[in-house]
């Protein structure tokens, strides 16, 4: 029987938001795809592009539960997505304050909205690996 996304992939979403409109919406697809590059905010960003037509996405902003590893924080710096709003901080991984600070004087960076629910649905999926 075929595992769903949903009991494979680290629960990590993204969305991007340019002029009040959702433009993309992703999630994790590593183990689906076999990635390294399967992270929703890299899978947003193409989405991003895909959709405007462009890989500048200057003016936009991205929401994500987990806060950005090195290599998201790179493709957000590179797309000129000036601001970043994260649930739970990343204190193994994160590249926006936790374990190194990628962000440019020109961003808005905005950590641990709704972090414990966030946490909560983290651990829960990390607890079922466990078992």
Same mark, same amino acid.
């Given at each position: 029987?075929?595992?769903?996304? @949903?009991?494979?992939?680290?629960?990590?979403?993204? +969305?991007?938001?340019?002029?009040?409109?959702?433009?993309?919406?992703?999630? *994790?697809?590593?183990?689906?795809? &076999? &990635?390294?590059?399967?992270?929703? =905010?890299? *899978? @947003?960003?193409?989405? @991003?592009?895909?959709?405007?037509?462009?890989?500048?996405?200057?003016?936009?902003?991205?929401?994500?539960?987990? =806060?950005?590893?090195?290599?998201?924080?790179?493709?957000?710096?590179?797309?000129?997505?000036?601001?970043?709003?994260?649930?739970?901080?990343?204190?193994?991984?994160?590249?926006?304050?936790?374990?190194?600070?990628?962000?440019?004087?020109?961003?808005? +960076? +905005?950590?641990? +909205?709704? =972090?414990?629910?966030?946490?909560?649905?983290?651990?829960?999926?990390?607890?079922?690996?466990?078992?």
């Amino acid at each position: 029987m075929a595992k769903t996304i @949903a009991e494979t992939e680290v629960p990590v979403a993204a +969305i991007i938001v340019k002029n009040g409109e959702i433009i993309a919406e992703a999630l *994790n697809t590593r183990e689906r795809d &076999s &990635s390294i590059l399967g992270h929703a =905010e890299i *899978n @947003a960003i193409e989405e @991003a592009a895909a959709k405007t037509g462009s890989w500048n996405l200057e003016g936009a902003s991205i929401y994500v539960n987990l =806060e950005p590893c090195s290599m998201c924080a790179g493709a957000i710096l590179q797309a000129h997505i000036k601001k970043v709003v994260f649930s739970a901080f990343d204190s193994k991984s994160g590249a926006f304050g936790s374990r190194h600070n990628l962000a440019t004087k020109n961003m808005e +960076i +905005i950590g641990g +909205i709704l =972090e414990e629910e966030s946490l909560l649905l983290l651990r829960g999926f990390f607890e079922g690996k466990r078992i």
